[in-house]
């Protein structure tokens, strides 16, 4: 496949290979954008079946990087690197180490921490020889999780306010698709907001935690996107909003943590002409990168962190009334706004 030519490629300013034959590391790694700073984002580990799915996932999700840091106001550009490989065989110390030297080669210019396929341990092997790895164990602001929570549910009250009119949270039916890390987070933080829940997980442990502390009604998977909610809060899988869920959705606003809600970009504009409005992933689920630069830019501080997290319902507040004012779907507005902000900088 001609790099140049893939429809994933936008202009990227770097794309390396690595071949280490006496660890087995075959990665790639690509760098979108460094207009707003040093480029970051995580390694992802996968068996792709093709030298060229691996290279379109590259390009792809770290244009996303790119936008999603653009709009979470972090001095940051966009990068991903994936492994081929089968993170559950082909994981050694030796094959991490590599990573990390091939991380070193842009000396500072692209940071990267764990994605799906890898794990704490794995980075903690590439920081053996990186200074440019983060999420390891020893690092202060540790897991981003509860930070993606904080995001969430500042991004939820963001989106009552424009559609519902509504300061406050009190009394207001959430129902949300997946209580793992993040969604378990939001459900405990919209509780103690006054949120009424409803919750689905094929965990059934979760499922029963979140009735016991939050007082939330458990339905099983396939009902929850059913629920007569205000909002719907996919915390679980990427894709959900597509045509055969579309119709079936009784929610005014999609607001979670699932990265790649909509299936295809179209959907957005369909949520729109369904009267429902959605707040787009990739700045919404920020709280995870602005809580790690926010560590990288000066000592460890959570009260200043939180402070940033809850801007991120300032940045959907814009976004809703921009698509409000063009008539569009506010995926595409996110888009346009982060493209915006990275060609002002960058031209
Ligand atoms: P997690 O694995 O801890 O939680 C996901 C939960 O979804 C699990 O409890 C799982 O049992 C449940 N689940 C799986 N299939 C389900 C189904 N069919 N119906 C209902 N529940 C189901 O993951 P997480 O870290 O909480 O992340 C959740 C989502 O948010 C993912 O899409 C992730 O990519 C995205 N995200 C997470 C972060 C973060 O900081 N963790 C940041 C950005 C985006």
Request: with cysteine; hydrophobic share 45%.
């Amino acid at each position: 496949m001609s790099i140049f030519e893939s429809p994933a490629f936008d202009d990227h300013e770097d794309v390396r290979f690595f071949c280490d034959p006496v660890s087995g590391l075959r990665a790639i790694i690509a760098i979108h954008s460094t207009a707003l700073g040093p480029a970051a984002g995580g390694c992802r580990m996968f068996p792709y079946a093709t030298e060229d799915d691996a290279i379109f996932d590259a390009l792809r999700l770290s244009k996303g990087m790119s936008y999603k840091s653009a709009l979470a106001n972090v001095p940051m550009g966009g990068g991903k690197s994936v492994i081929i490989g089968d993170p559950s065989t082909d994981k050694t110390q030796a094959l991490f180490e590599a990573f990390g030297r091939a991380v070193n080669s842009f000396q500072g210019g692209y940071h990267t921490g764990e994605d799906s396929g890898t794990a704490v341990q794995d980075m903690d092997w590439a920081a053996g020889v990186s200074k440019f790895i983060h999420g390891t164990s020893t690092e202060d602001a540790g897991d981003p999780s509860p930070a993606t929570s904080v995001g969430v549910v500042a991004g939820i009250e963001a989106a009552v306010r424009h559609k519902l009119g509504r300061d406050d949270l009190q009394g207001m039916i959430v129902a949300i698709q997946g209580v793992g890390a993040v969604g378990y987070g939001a459900a405990e933080i919209l509780h103690q907001k006054g949120a009424r829940l409803i919750v689905a997980d094929v965990n059934d442990q979760a499922v029963r935690e979140c009735v016991e502390r939050f007082g939330a009604e458990a339905v099983s998977t396939d009902q929850i996107i059913l629920a007569d909610a205000e909002v719907f809060a996919p915390c679980a899988f990427g894709a959900g909003i597509n045509d055969e869920t579309l119709p079936r959705f009784n929610c005014d606003i999609i607001a979670g943590s699932a990265n790649n809600q909509l299936l295809e970009d179209r959907h957005g504009a369909a949520l729109v002409e369904r009267g429902i409005l959605y707040a787009p992933d990739y700045v919404i689920n920020a709280g995870g990168i602005i809580w790690i630069s926010d560590a990288m830019e000066a000592a460890y501080d959570p009260d200043r962190a939180t402070t940033r997290l809850h801007a991120i319902g300032d940045t959907l507040t814009a976004i809703f009334q921009r698509a409000d004012q063009e008539g569009r779907g506010t995926n595409e507005i996110a888009d346009v706004m982060a493209a915006e902000k990275i060609a002002s900088v960058a031209g």
